[in-house]
T-cell receptor, first 115, second 114 residues
């Protein structure tokens, strides 16, 4: 049981390039989330999804797009990368049942540098 | 807007010491408060979740308390060990909005020395 898997683990991009980060979970969770973690700022929610085919904006959505075509996958896209998007990106998931009091399960992160 | 603060930002203690990590939040309208552990280069691991109706939760050497009215939580670690060295984050889930969204503090980096 792998839990939450993020690919890639590391990536270096040039300003203006595009890329997609992939998150996959094998726990049949309905909810999935993308966060970014920056020094001194904690984790901030970028986008989230409450089920297959749904997405919603979080606290810092600008410059990112997401898709949830399959329940187990949540994709985060950067259309035109900027140096301000250099960060560590975390994906998480949580179940629907008893959702108000269920912990989120996190992947190990993707370290992204934009030059 | 909910704000979560953790003090201290870093803490170094000798092995065997009991210690307390603090978390405060500005809006007491919460479903729950969670404590996570983050090891270097890794994701977050859930340690304890306290529902808004609860006062504390215990797991092994860890005890978390919640005083919702004052907007405070503490994580107590008994008999600390070098393996406890990590960053500890607290997060709150507010009453409004869907999707189990969390607001995180910036964490306390703990080092337990031999």
């Amino acid at each position: 049981n792998a839990g939450v898997t993020q690919t890639p683990k590391f990536r270096v991009l040039k300003t203006g390039q595009s890329m997609t980060l992939l998150c996959a979970q094998d726990m049949n969770h309905e909810y999935m989330y993308w966060y970014r973690q920056d020094p001194g700022m904690g984790l901030r929610l970028i986008h989230y999804s409450v089920g297959e085919g749904t997405t919603a904006k979080g606290e810092v959505p600008d410059g990112y797009n997401v898709s949830r075509l399959k329940k187990q996958n949540f994709l985060l896209g950067l259309e035109s990368a900027a140096p301000s998007q250099t960060s560590v990106y975390f994906c998480a998931s949580s179940p629907l049942w008893g959702e108000a009091n269920q912990p989120q399960h996190f992947g190990d992160g993707t370290r992204l540098s934009i030059l | 807007k909910q704000e979560v603060t953790q003090i201290p930002a870093a803490l170094s203690v000798p092995e065997g010491e009991n210690l307390v990590l603090n978390c405060s939040f500005t809006d007491s309208a919460i479903y729950n408060l969670q404590w996570f552990r983050q090891d270097p280069g890794k994701g977050l691991t859930s340690l304890l979740l306290i529902q808004s109706s609860q006062r504390e939760q215990t797991s092994g050497r860890l005890n978390a308390s919640l005083d919702k009215s004052s907007g405070r939580s503490t994580l107590y670690i008994a008999a600390s060990q070098p393996g406890d060295s990590a960053t500890y984050l607290c997060a709150v889930r507010g009453l409004t909005g869907g999707g189990n969204k969390l607001t995180f503090g910036t964490g306390t980096q703990l080092k337990v020395e031999l």
